[in-house]
């Protein structure tokens, strides 16, 4: 094991027709801890049909295998989407998670995930997507019927063959998607990967009601606000200029639009645990 892959997904036989899925996926962002480099670990995302492309951002799938080894802590700052998951038979949905996620890895284990776009869950669920914030439910009790075939799915075969059946169950009943999921997805997509967008009135262009209607809309389609979503991918590059080194604290602070860096540092402890300088210490060590 010890790989990381993300792979274009071929539908089973019946399904439609694969066509290009324009690119590769996005890098993975958000990770905390550095991942075990003893014994076994399998990483894979493989991308959706193209016509889901509008709902799902990818499969996400692990694997390890680390027998007599210690304990090891897994810790993430989730994307603000949703992510069905898929564990030991069982299967939940959760939305978007304020804090960050850690759950301690047993000797052996697997998860295979569906990962959402941002505002691609709206049209499955049919709801304000903020009644998920935070939460984690069975998916029979969101999505009824669905959730009992797609736990059938994944009951056997390779990653590949479960991930395929999952994605042609999805597209037999794919829903209709709204002009504003697109939009939103858009906007979210332009906060992941321009670190110029710091405040969310620049991205209403500083009209007040243009804001007003942005916080309605990701509020409903994401289940969090366009400040949010910001300070959640400021929190990214944040981890990702830390782990390449980040020898000065203090510009790294005015980049991401702080005073200074205690007050970054006093907003990075709150979500991730440490502050800035002790994290760093903990990444190089690793």
């Known amino acids: 094991m010890g790989r ?10 019946g399904a439609p027709a694969p066509i290009d899925i324009g690119g590769p996926l996005r890098p993975v962002r958000g990770v ?3 991942r075990p480099d003893d014994g076994r670990f399998e990483h894979r995302r493989i991308a959706p049909h193209p016509l889901l492309a509008d709902t ?18 897994a810790r993430t700052l989730p994307h603000p989407c949703v992510h069905w998951t898929f564990k030991n038979g069982r299967d939940e949905i959760g939305g978007v998670r304020e804090r960050m996620w850690q759950r301690d890895l047993g000797p052996r284990g697997e998860v295979l995930r569906i ?7 709206r049209p499955w669920f049919g709801q304000p997507l903020h009644r998920l914030r935070d939460r984690a439910l069975p998916a029979v009790e969101v999505l009824g019927d669905l959730a009992v075939q797609m736990v059938d ?7 590949l063959a479960r991930a395929a059946r999952l994605d042609a169950r999805l597209h037999a009943h794919r829903p209709a998607v709204p002009q504003s999921v ?6 979210v997509a332009r906060l992941a990967d ?13 009209d007040p009601a243009a804001l007003r209607r942005l916080q309605r809309l990701f509020r409903d389609h994401v289940g969090v606000g366009p400040k949010w979503v910001i300070a959640r991918y400021r929190l990214h590059e944040v981890l990702e200029r830390l ?18 860096a205690a007050h970054l540092s006093r907003d990075f402890r709150r979500i991730v645990g440490v502050g800035l300088a002790a994290y760093r210490r903990e990444w190089q060590a690793a």
């Open 194 to 206: 321009d670190r110029a967008w710091l405040r969310a009135g620049d991205l209403a262009g500083g």
């Open 153 to 159: 799915a994944v009951r056997e075969g390779d990653v």
């Open 56 to 73: 799902i951002e990818h499969y996400w799938f692990v694997r390890w295998e680390r027998d007599g080894l210690p304990a090891h802590v």
């Open 243 to 260: 782990r390449a080194g980040a020898p000065d604290l203090s510009a790294l602070a005015a980049d991401m639009g702080f005073a200074d």
């Open 4 to 13: 990381r892959r993300s792979t274009a997904l071929t539908p089973p036989a």
């Open 115 to 121: 990962k959402f776009r941002p505002a691609g869950f």
């Open 182 to 187: 697109r939009e939103v997805n858009a906007l």
């Open 32 to 34: 905390i801890s550095a």
